[in-house]
Structure formats: C-alpha cells, structure tokens
C-alpha cells in the first residue's frame, strides 16, 4: 500500500509542474546577460558538503550523512527542481522499494516535494543516465522556502577505501533537451516566476552551485581533526556543547567551519550535526564516557 500511495503522490508533484510555472520557462533557461545576471537582488548558494576523514575512521565508520543544503535565499523561494550526483564507488541508501532513502530537510518544511533516483532516459545516447544521486522535486504555494538543509541522504564508502581516494559530489544542471521529458528541467525561483525569480535562478545556474567531497587521508594530514572541538580552540570543554547547540538551533546565525563541523560530530559520527553531539561533550566533561567520538553510524 505504501508504494502505492508513494507512486500516487510522485505522479501529483510531477503533474503539478506544468500546471504551477509557466511554459516560457521550461523553454528558457536565462535569456539574461551575464551583467543583468550580476545584477540580481537574490545571490543563493547551494552546497554539498566537504568531508576529509582518516582512512581508519572511514573503514571504522564508512556510512555518511551528505546534505544539500541553501543559503541566501530565505523566503524568496517556492520552485526547486535539482539533480545530485554522487561518485560511482558510494552506495547511495535505499528504501524497501529501491528508491534513494532521502529525508526533506527544514528548508522545505512548508513544501510538497518528491525525492527520487537521479536518473533519466537520453535521447542522444538512448540509454538510461543514471547519476548516482537524488532529485529533489519540491513546490509550494507561496515563497516559503529557507535558508538550510534541502534535503539528506546516507551514503556508504567502499571496503576497499584508503588515504588519497577522493570522492565527488556534484551538483548537476539536467538538460532538458536530451531527456525523454519535457518536464524535466534544473530550477530555483520564486512563486510567481518573474523577472526577480527567473534572475534569481538564472545567478544560481552561472554561479550558486558548489559541489563537495568526500576525501580520505592519512592520519597524518588530517592532524586538524580533534574530536569535539567544535570552535577550534584546541580543547574540548562544556563552550563546544554550546557552540553545536546554537548551530543547531540557527546555522545561519551561529555557522561553523566545515573543519567545525566535522569535530562536532561526536555521537553516531556520520550522521551529521545534532544536539545529541552536545550531550556527548557533556558527558565527556563529566567524566561519564572516557573518550569522543562516543558512537559511530553504522
């Protein structure tokens, strides 16, 4: 029943698109100069995440939280269409029913979405392009859209990983006329889908992705990690509990180094930042556990 009701909801969210955005915008992606690009009031950011672990903590933990996430956006947004893809070597998680276990994040709280397999039918090649990654699909009446996570999904490193693999995570721009649907397109913009929207998506297309990694190193290059640290003064006391708590609570206010954040990921390392992390710094302090990080995903 679940996949039923799962495959009824992707097919509304789809159908949803046409209806929603006008047809001049699947047809054209900018129509703006590079100037009038620049000029735009609303700058986004999206990211993927930048990760660098040890060889012994990749084989010892090798599941890892990836999140896509904006920033500079906040409530200017109500349309996201966006494609990932993740190296070939990572094994994206699944659902029962073979489809990429994803979770929305906060940034589309007030969203219908759908989260799929990055993967389409080209009409150049006629084969399946399969990207190894999520598509998010998401829609909402208004522009309710935030600065955050866009979405999360769990991947799994190789047994055979080791110090000087690195893995890419990208960002990609899907287009539109090389797939078997005209419905498929890369976008980002606001309710109505004028000319501040469409600027809007149009600096995001030219300039708003940036694509992460995954990057495994000896233990000596990664000499920068130490577990807890979370405000990189050296030392791990009750001030880092703080500091992942206030991340937590407004990222955007209280935003961490990608250094920072990989030391504050203490409790089920690889599962990202939350305040449970937090307790296990006050638990070191107390002397109730003996050393961090306290737990790995696994």
Known sequence: MMSKLAALFAAAVVALVPMQFPAAFAEDKSGFTAEEIEKSEVKPTIS????????????KSPNRRISLTVEGASKKFATVELWTSFDKRLQVSKDSDGRPSAEKGG????????????KYFDT????????????????????YGVDGELF?????LP?????????????????????NNKYVNTMFTNQKNDESGKLMQAWVMKNGFENGYI??????TASSFLAGDANLDKKVDLSDALCILQYVANAKRFPLTSQAIDNADVYQRGDGITA???????????????????SYQK
């Open 276 to 294: 449970s992390d937090a307790l296990s710094i006050q638990k070191l302090d107390a002397k109730v556990i003996k050393e961090l990080p306290e």
């Open 107 to 118: 940034s589309l709280q007030y969203f219908n979405s759908y989260l799929c397999a990055s």
């Open 124 to 143: 150049k090649t006629k084969k399946i392009t399969d990207l190894n990654g999520v598509r998010l699909i998401a829609s909402a009446s208004g522009n």
């Open 152 to 156: 999360s999904i769990t991947v799994k």
């Open 215 to 220: 990057r495994i190193t000896d233990g000596n």
């Open 48 to 59: 993927l995440p930048k990760i660098t672990i040890t060889e012994e903590e990749a084989k």
């Open 159 to 179: 047994s055979d990983v080791k110090a000087g693999d690195e893995f890419p995570l990208e960002i990609v721009d899907v287009e539109r006329d090389t797939v």
